[in-house]
Structures are given as structure tokens and as C-alpha cells.
């Protein structure tokens, strides 16, 4: 595999990750009573912690598009001018 073709992969990762992250984010503040509603059914969660998983999955989920998929492919990017 070349060195573009890797660049190219990577660019397409990190897009549709962060197309996923932004998604995830969209539904989860566009139906926040339905999540909660759910959930709490589901697991015997109340509100509060719902929120805090929601959160926590959130920034581990950008968190991991970062390290995985944006710094390779600038560092990528970088060396490949």
C-alpha cells in the first residue's frame, strides 16, 4: 500500500468517524427524554447517570477518532509533502 493510498484511507476514516460523532450527537440532543426514557426502562438508570454515560461515550468516542484517526493522517499528510 502507498504512501497515498494510506493517506487517502485515513482522510476517509477520520470523515465518516467524525460524520458518526456528529450524528451521535445530533440524536442524542434531538431525543434526549426518548434516551432517557428508554434506558432507564432498560437498565434502572435514572436521568442523571444516563447523562454521564452519554457524556463519557461521547468524549471517549472523540477522544479515540483523535488519537486514531486525525493524528495519523496529518502526521501522514505532513510527511507526505
Not at 493517506?7 to 477520520?14: E, I, K, N, P, R
Not at 472523540?62 to 493522517?73: A, C, D, G
Request: glycine letters at 6%; hydrophobic letters at 60%; aromatic letters at 18%.
Amino acid at each position: 500500500m502507498s504512501l497515498t493510498q494510506l493517506v487517502d484511507f485515513f482522510q476517509w476514516m477520520t470523515l465518516i468517524n467524525v460524520g458518526l460523532l456528529m450524528f451521535s450527537a445530533l440524536m442524542v440532543s434531538s431525543f434526549k427524554s426518548l434516551i432517557f426514557r428508554f434506558h432507564g426502562q432498560m437498565f434502572g438508570l435514572a436521568p442523571e447517570q444516563i447523562s454521564l454515560v452519554l457524556y463519557g461515550f461521547l468524549g471517549t468516542y472523540k477522544l479515540l477518532i483523535f488519537v486514531f484517526n486525525l493524528v495519523p493522517y496529518l502526521a501522514m499528510l505532513i510527511i507526505s509533502n
